[in-house]
């Protein structure tokens, strides 16, 4: 699969603190998915994007298309307990006979938040 | 609501034993996948049915193989269970080739 490299690995931070997290790609995605995951489940869905530039928010998310399309970004803003979690970037890659598409995942940001 | 089902939530195996994982889907999704997730990584594909009666392997299908019963069912199976297959292995479907997958909450396997 496709390599994407997320930054922050973990982030620490205090609750009501805004966050930034990034992903980026030495490939061109034409759609771009963060995802959360809580501890003992699978991921989540939380934004998607399709069009390159494209800024779309989620409550308190806010994800952003890079106009390259090699990458993205998710801010949280007003943190809160329960936003702990990890959070992956994804963006698929087409299989063979356009039967579907396998997710490239980033290995996540681990966000902690304190009361 | 259920979404995406999969059994069991745990399992021990023994090196050498076969297993089955079981998913199940009540969205009437046309394709389901098969991931594995190993510790500070993101998740990486094994097998994929686009469609009833169709399956594919994806980045790591080796040890593995996969069964799609119908529309709704898609199972994967260890026929010698190896301890590098440790792992926590989640199902996902999706309805149209631009729709985001959905995730089932993972099968937590451990092969000692």
């Known amino acids: 699969g496709q390599q994407l490299n997320q930054s922050p690995q973990s982030m620490f931070i205090q609750e009501g603190e805004d966050v930034s997290m990034n992903c980026t790609s030495s490939?061109?995605?034409?759609?771009w998915l963060w995802y959360k995951q809580d501890p003992g489940e699978g991921p989540v869905l939380l934004i998607a994007?399709?069009?390159?530039?494209e800024l779309t928010s989620n409550g308190r998310l806010t994800a952003q298309f890079g106009i390259t399309r090699k990458d993205s970004f998710l801010n949280i803003s007003a943190s809160i307990p329960s936003d702990v979690g990890i959070y992956f970037c994804?963006?698929?890659?087409?299989?063979?006979?356009?039967?579907?598409?396998?997710?490239?995942f980033g290995k996540g940001t681990s966000l902690l938040v304190t009361p | 609501n259920a979404g995406v089902t999969q059994t069991p939530k745990f399992q021990v195996l023994k090196t050498g034993q076969s297993m089955t994982l079981q998913c199940a889907q009540d969205?009437?999704?046309?394709?389901m996948y098969w991931y594995r997730q190993d510790p500070g990584m993101g998740l990486r594909l094994i097998y994929y049915?686009?469609?009833?009666?169709?399956?594919d392997k994806g980045e790591v299908p080796n040890g593995y193989n996969v069964s799609r019963l119908n529309k709704r069912e898609f199972s994967l199976r260890l026929e010698s269970a190896a301890p590098s297959q440790t792992s926590v292995y989640f199902c996902?479907?999706?309805?149209?080739?631009?729709?985001?997958?959905?995730f089932g909450d993972g099968t937590r396997l451990s092969i000692l």
């Open positions: 994804a963006g698929p890659s087409i299989l063979p006979s356009n039967s579907g598409y396998a997710l490239n």
């Open positions: 490939s061109i995605f034409n759609t």
């Open positions: 994007l399709y069009k390159a530039g």
């Open positions: 969205m009437n999704h046309n394709s």
């Open positions: 049915s686009a469609s009833e009666g169709t399956t």
């Open positions: 996902a479907s999706h309805t149209y080739s631009n729709q985001p997958q959905h």
